[in-house]
């Protein structure tokens, strides 16, 4: 497989109460074609990830409508699946590109969250809960509560570790001017924020977002012309080349463990083998953490560390920007922030712009081969994607 | 492109107030996986159509509820594009054969509309219009019958053209013991029937429907074992040999006419292109008839009779069981029901088996050739499929 992402374009991320979400859509899809250097009748097809807004702003049939913003008239489609609306829409698209159907299409992530109380934003999100545990009250906060205190009475797991992913995301965020909070915090002001469902605080949690991220992907090897962006493009064109997902139950109350996410080993693997590498040969990572011990389950799943050594792992520093290993230098869910459909996009964004050199202040050197993990639920879908350059 | 269509699954359509969207899903499926002689754990990918799940019962990432049910833990997706959302996953599910990256796939369709109010259900299928045109306090009867009053104009279409539509595919619905209203009626019955949105009477509007449908696609080109189901498999294997999706508005305001759907044109287009056939050569067809003028319009933008004939062409009898080219042989929209993102699947199942020779009481005699047209919202999104034996 070997896909090219053949531009990218991505909104702030955060608060955005002046922009709708098709004022969102509109600018990073419209960056997307401009940065593929191809005009809109060159698209033949519309990806359209996004979970919430048929909810929240009774507005169905994004994929026509959010190609008619561009005259589009080829084919259309949305595409969800909760918190990996993102990392799914790719995977069609590709699979449309292999299919040989389409050459050139556009994929775009977006969610519009803010505009609603709290109360009827987390009922919404709690959509991608089983309805047995919904009704039980769980919710995600309650849910990867679950997860982290089992892990931290197996592995010995601390609320330090929890916090060190924390820190370590806001440090990364406080160099991406797209984050939505681009600030450092300390261990000890994550550790002593308030408590939002132990052992979880508040800089545990991802939080609620506004923003859209757009990809065009392409089957044409032939790499973009490279003059007309220099300053965006200094590294060689970036392909796509793994792209797997894994479904699991959607209850946790089905699973075997509550200490790791089948689906994403095994998406994972598959991706890995796809694009005919090692997971050692990784260079850099874009993974889910939607709650801080979501970071260290995907350390552990994806292979880079051993179960149980997750916390550990963080801590030694291997996955801060200028370690071996730099995880999140987008600043993740937490950091940069997490509107739901748009995160699957903003990780593909973020490893294409580190491998094609232009991540600027939070440039990882040498990056050649990327990986990104975007999370359905508490892991009933996982989306895995390898980039290389 | 040849897709084989492996298995066949459907639920009865109607007001099913003692099953859940789980139980309709797990019924159809179960049907096409046996049908398939297959076992669930050949299945590498599951994708889901659905449409109001999540704003009626709060209930998203469908893929992998669905595909959990099984016990599958390959891909799964949810679809959506409104009433095209059967079609559109169909689409894609065929994108992932020809890729390669699967080789047998379940679609399922499925709807769960009955359990909430008139005016909850009116509501949230507005979601396939656009917001000026819901905020206007335009609703589906009042686009389409705006498009029925100015065909009524410009091409002298009559009330009684539009009863024969719904006479017909109830006449259809009366052989097929899925349908939801399993009845003739007379043309006195429809034209005196209630008003709803003049120039429409009750007859001339879709019902809201309970139902699932669901099929297994395969990239494999071997046949089924023939002899496990002798009595539902009298003629050859079904193929999928033409799949395409076109893009319009989603406002009908933004359109340059109130008489065509040109996403109808493009997709038929490209369908019977890719299937390497002609129009003329389509025996059945089972189209989009949301609302009697639909089916008209579906006539004339599919190239069965000329711009402004549709009418016309259906009082001739034409389109009748027994006529040349026999259209919504299941009851279509009108009366076998509407599902919403089940229709799209209904399609495929009605002319599969037409073609396998194992429609009973309304089997059309040497069908060779059908075609499906499932749209979404007014035209914003259409999907035709050109199935062969």
Redesign the interface.
């Known amino acids: 497989m070997k896909i090219l992402v053949k531009g990218v374009g991505l909104t702030k991320f955060g608060e955005l109460w002046d922009k709708s979400l098709f004022d969102l859509s509109l600018q990073a899809a419209t960056e997307a074609i401009q940065d593929a250097n191809l005009s809109a009748k060159n698209i033949e097809?519309?990806f359209v990830a996004n979970?919430i807004h048929?909810?929240l702003?009774?507005?169905?049939?994004?994929?026509?409508?959010i190609?008619?913003l561009f005259n589009?008239?080829?084919?259309?489609?949305?595409?969800?699946?909760?918190c990996a609306s993102g990392g799914?829409a790719v995977?069609?698209a590709?699979?449309?590109l292999?299919?040989?159907?389409y050459k050139n299409v556009l994929v775009v992530g977006a969610e519009k969250m803010t505009d609603v109380t709290i109360s009827e934003i987390t009922?919404?999100l709690?959509?991608?809960g089983?309805?047995a545990e919904?009704k039980a009250g769980l919710t995600f906060p309650g849910l990867y509560a679950l997860m982290a205190k089992t892990h931290m009475q197996k592995f010995g797991t601390t609320r330090n570790h929890l916090a060190a992913v924390s820190v370590k995301n806001h440090y990364h965020a406080s160099l991406n001017e797209k984050a939505q909070f681009p600030f450092e915090i300390t261990e000890e002001k994550a550790l002593n924020s308030p408590e939002i469902c132990m052992p979880f605080t508040l800089f545990d949690a991802s939080p609620i977002t506004d923003g859209a991220g757009a990809v065009i992907l392409s089957s044409e090897n032939t790499p973009r012309r490279r003059a007309l962006t220099p300053s965006r493009w200094t590294a060689g064109d970036v392909y796509i080349t793994g792209s797997?997902?894994?479904?699991?139950?959607?209850g946790l109350a089905?699973r075997e463990s509550l200490v790791e996410i089948?689906?994403t080993k095994?998406a994972a693997k598959m991706a890995v083998k796809q694009a005919g590498i090692e997971i050692a040969d990784i260079d850099i990572a874009e993974v889910h953490d939607c709650f801080t011990i979501a970071e260290i389950l995907a350390m552990e799943d994806l292979g880079f560390c051993e179960k149980g050594e997750g916390g550990k792992f963080i801590v030694q520093g291997t996955t801060k920007l200028g370690g071996r290993l730099p995880i999140n230098t987008s600043g993740g869910l937490k950091a940069c922030g997490h509107p739901v459909a748009a995160t699957g996009l903003k990780q593909i964004i973020e490893i294409t712009q580190q491998l094609r050199g232009s991540a600027g202040k939070r440039q990882v050197k040498d990056a050649k081969i990327g990986l990104t993990h975007n999370v359905?639920?508490s892991g009933?879908?996982v989306v895995v994607h390898v980039l290389q350059t």
Chains 1, 2 share one sequence.
Not at 72 to 82: D, L, M, P, Q, T
Not at 98 to 101: D, I, S
Not at 244 to 250: F, G, I, K, Q, Y
């Open positions: 097809a519309v979970m048929g909810k702003a009774n507005q169905d049939l994004l994929g026509a409508a190609a008619s589009i008239k080829g084919a259309s489609f949305r595409v969800e699946g909760a799914l995977h069609l590709i699979q449309s292999l299919a040989g159907t009922s919404a709690m959509g991608a089983s309805e919904r797997a997902v894994a479904t699991d139950t959607v089905e089948p689906a095994q359905g639920g009933a879908t």
